[in-house]
Every structure is written in structure tokens, then in C-alpha cells.
Nanobody, 126 residues
Framework: QVQLLESGGGSVQAGGSLRLSCVVS??????????MGWFRQVQGKEREGVAF???????TYGDSVQGRFTISKDGAKNTLYLQMNSLKPEDTAMYYC??????????????????WGQGTQVTVSS
């Protein structure tokens, strides 16, 4: 069983930065293989993949955040991060952390993840 807890959201002006965190808590055995990612969703729209990373450190980014966002992990802290720079009003959304025990097609599987966090709101004003 995996629980995910996001934090770090908030309100920022355009051009600013935020860093989101996702603490991963595991009960029982879990293989080291995995895919983790960040999604975002605006009310009334589909959940959109933002950034992904697997157990060997490969990363994938959505076109709209490429070059501005960076996904990273701290294994010692069981924490996934999303550093968001040069934020734009269109980045405003609820951001979700996701985890899956399979690393296959990590950045190209859509929303097929076993575990999700509750989300953290990011609001960017112009």
C-alpha cells in the first residue's frame, strides 16, 4: 500500500517559482521499480501529465512545461519534487502526485497509475 502526500502549492505572480513536494509512504513490500509523476487538472478539464521519472532516473516532460519545470527525487527522504520556474497564469491548476510500481512506458502511459495523492493547488496571477 502506498500513500502520497503533496505540499508546496500556493499563490505566486507570473514569472515566480514554486517547489512541490510529494512524500511517499509505503506499508508492506514494494519493489524498487517504479514510475512517479506529476499531473495537473483545471476544473472541467482532463487531468494533464506534467512530468515523470522512473527508478533509473529517466525523465519526461509535457510540452507546455519543458524547460521550466524539473522533476527530481530524494530517495533518503522518500520524496518526489517538482521545481516550477517561470510560472505562467496557465499553470494554475490542482497538482497531483502519482505512483505506479511498473516503470514501463513511464512518461507515455497517460493516467494509468495505481496511487494518487490528494492534490495541492497552484495559482499564478498575471
Amino acid at each position: 500500500q502506498v500513500q502520497l502526500l503533496e505540499s508546496g502549492g500556493g499563490s505566486v505572480q507570473a514569472g515566480g517559482s514554486l517547489r512541490l513536494s510529494c512524500v511517499v509512504s509505503v506499508s508492506g513490500y514494494l519493489s524498487s521499480s517504479h514510475c512517479m509523476g506529476w499531473f495537473r487538472q483545471v476544473q472541467g478539464k482532463e487531468r494533464e501529465g506534467v512530468a515523470f521519472t522512473d527508478n533509473i532516473g529517466r525523465t519526461t516532460y509535457g510540452d507546455s512545461v519543458q524547460g521550466r519545470f524539473t522533476i527530481s527525487k530524494d530517495g533518503a527522504k522518500n520524496t518526489l519534487y517538482l521545481q516550477m520556474n517561470s510560472l505562467k497564469p496557465e499553470d494554475t491548476a490542482m497538482y497531483y502526485c502519482a505512483f505506479d510500481s511498473s516503470p514501463v512506458r513511464c512518461g507515455a502511459r497517460g493516467r494509468s497509475f495505481d496511487y494518487w495523492g490528494q492534490g495541492t493547488q497552484v495559482t499564478v496571477s498575471s
